[in-house]
């Protein structure tokens, strides 16, 4: 028994595509349902070899389908994908509980389209002579060549085109340094760019009452260890006593060496309630274990983290990050697991 999966160029969008398959030789109403299973992969232009790469449905997302709702209609919409991403997909059919072997994969390209606006975009009074900026980084670039540009000015009679601007293309994060006085205010956009075009941001002003909490020391000893058997990564670092009184929350910046878009980084939210506290004499260590499932990766064997640590505190003002990035390998499981799923862990049509 044979399925072969396949698609057409143009039924290719930015978020979506309909995909189509048959069957050799067999009766089409003999199957109960069909899984597909989906990944996004590390490399937009990395040819796989399919024969090559062993199947573990762990790494993929599964759709389940009733061919009796479609009339056995073998063709199948994929919505809510990411743009300017590459996926791979499989299919695999079931008559009763017996699962067929796996399809060919077909692999594709999602169409790039202009980058999201940036949301929750924050600023406050560092000290007499810098503002701090941050703003939370979008879940994908969705083309290629994508930075932001941060535009401010304390003159709102001037039009937007003569605002003061700066390109940056790592962090979401950025220090301007400015005379600070007591009727200060400061007006801020950003725009993230790629290919395509940009988006702005709403408008954000700045003024002297939004300071930083000057309770709050740094962040030392910071570490990862990685459990490659279970996907855990277990991070940890030290912070003084009262200084974890101020803090609401803490941010993981990452990104990943090892796929092509390794300069664009990302955020992990880590509340304090899901931390591990050991309190020593001064200072509290601190521990977060979490499956690696939680971090936006594209699928590859292997990935090597950039990893930045930085506080919010009750104020929602981000202090500054890390001053050095530690380094985290982690490596996925291989093997193959065909027949070992529960029709209820997948998503259903």
């Given at each position: 028994m044979k399925i072969i999966f396949f698609y057409f160029e143009h039924n290719i969008k930015s978020?979506?595509?309909?995909?189509?398959?048959?069957?050799?030789?067999?009766?089409?109403?003999?199957?109960?349902?069909?899984?597909?299973?989906?990944?996004?992969?590390?490399?937009?232009?990395?040819?796989?070899?399919?024969?090559?790469?062993?199947?573990?449905?762990?790494?993929?997302?599964?759709?389940?389908?009733?061919?009796?709702?479609?009339?056995?209609?073998?063709?199948?919409?994929?919505?809510?994908?990411?743009?300017?991403?590459?996926?791979?997909?499989?299919?695999?059919?079931?008559?009763?509980?017996?699962?067929?072997?796996?399809?060919?994969?077909?692999?594709?390209?999602?169409?790039?389209?202009?980058p999201q606006k940036i949301e929750n975009l924050h600023g406050y009074v560092w000290n007499e002579t810098s503002v701090v900026v941050h703003w939370t980084p979008p879940n994908s670039t969705n083309g290629p060549?994508?930075?932001?540009?941060?535009?401010?000015?304390?003159?709102?009679?001037?039009?937007?085109?003569?605002?003061?601007?700066?390109?940056?293309?790592?962090?979401?994060?950025?220090?301007?340094?400015?005379?600070?006085?007591?009727?200060?205010?400061?007006f801020i956009r950003v725009a993230s760019v790629n290919i395509k075009g940009l988006i702005l941001s709403d408008f954000h002003i700045i003024n002297n009452s939004l300071s930083n909490n000057r309770f709050i020391s740094t962040i030392n000893k910071f570490q990862c260890f990685s459990n490659n058997e279970n996907q855990l990564l277990t991070l940890q670092w030290s912070i003084d006593h009262k200084s974890h009184l101020y803090i609401e929350k803490y941010l993981l910046y990452y990104s990943d060496l090892a796929q092509n878009n390794d300069d664009f980084i990302q955020l992990l939210i880590i509340p304090i309630d899901l931390l591990s506290i050991d309190r020593q004499s001064t200072y509290n260590l601190l521990k977060y274990e979490f499956n690696m499932s939680l971090l936006n990766l594209n699928y590859n064997q292997y990935?090597?983290?950039?990893?930045?640590?930085?506080?919010?505190?009750?104020?929602?003002?981000?202090?500054?990050?890390?001053?050095?990035?530690?380094?985290?390998?982690?490596?996925?499981?291989?093997?193959?697991?065909n027949t070992i799923f529960s029709l209820s862990e997948i998503v259903i049509d």
């Open positions: 978020r979506s595509i309909i995909l189509s398959w048959y069957v050799s030789n067999e009766r089409y109403d003999r199957f109960n349902y069909f899984i597909i299973y989906y990944r996004r992969l590390h490399n937009l232009y990395k040819i796989i070899n399919d024969q090559d790469e062993m199947i573990n449905n762990q790494d993929y997302q599964k759709v389940l389908i009733d061919p009796r709702t479609t009339n056995y209609n073998f063709t199948f919409q994929m919505i809510d994908l990411i743009p300017f991403t590459k996926y791979e997909f499989r299919l695999q059919g079931l008559i009763g509980d017996v699962p067929t072997d796996y399809s060919n994969p077909v692999f594709i390209i999602t169409l790039d389209i202009v060549n994508f930075y932001y540009i941060l535009y401010y000015t304390t003159n709102t009679s001037i039009p937007f085109s003569q605002w003061s601007d700066v390109i940056i293309r790592t962090y979401p994060f950025h220090i301007i340094s400015l005379p600070i006085s007591s009727n200060f205010q400061l990935h090597i983290l950039r990893l930045h640590l930085s506080i919010i505190d009750a104020n929602q003002n981000q202090l500054l990050i890390t001053l050095s990035p530690i380094y985290c390998i982690l490596t996925r499981k291989l093997g193959k697991n």
